[in-house]
């Protein structure tokens, strides 16, 4: 059963916005601790934001710290990454992941995955 649902993802030029969605079930009602990964073709996944189960408190890559926002609504159940300022080096299918250790940007830390959703930036 998928429970990590991305959405929002699609081909942006340069310096445009974007923001993802993840409909993550019960993840955020049970404490979870959520971020979001990106995995370039040929590239390692890498994380790039993470969000304390609290809400408030968050950690990002330092390739994105300053343009892109994560957030959750623990009513909705839902986890944004809001992106500005896009870059081509941006492009990667994002993923929302879902794990138990506060602050960390390992895919180590994390068991389970959506299925991602591609965003591409076009110069």
């Known amino acids: 059963q998928v429970q990590l649902v991305e959405s929002g993802g699609g081909s942006v030029q340069a310096g445009g916005s974007l923001t993802l969605s993840c409909a993550t079930s019960s993840y955020i009602y049970r404490g979870a601790v959520m971020a979001w990964f990106r995995q370039a073709p040929g590239k390692e996944r890498e994380g790039v934001a993470t969000i304390y189960p609290d809400g408030y408190n968050s950690r990002y890559a330092d390739s994105v710290k300053g343009r892109f926002t994560i957030s959750q609504d623990s009513a909705k159940n839902t986890l944004y990454l809001q992106m500005h300022s896009l870059k081509p080096e941006d492009t990667a299918v994002y993923y929302c992941?879902?794990?138990?250790?506060?602050?960390?940007?390992?895919?180590?830390?994390?068991?389970?995955w959506g299925q991602g959703t591609q965003v591409t930036v076009t110069v």
């Open positions: 992941a879902a794990g138990t250790t506060p602050g960390s940007l390992s895919t180590y830390a994390y068991s389970d």
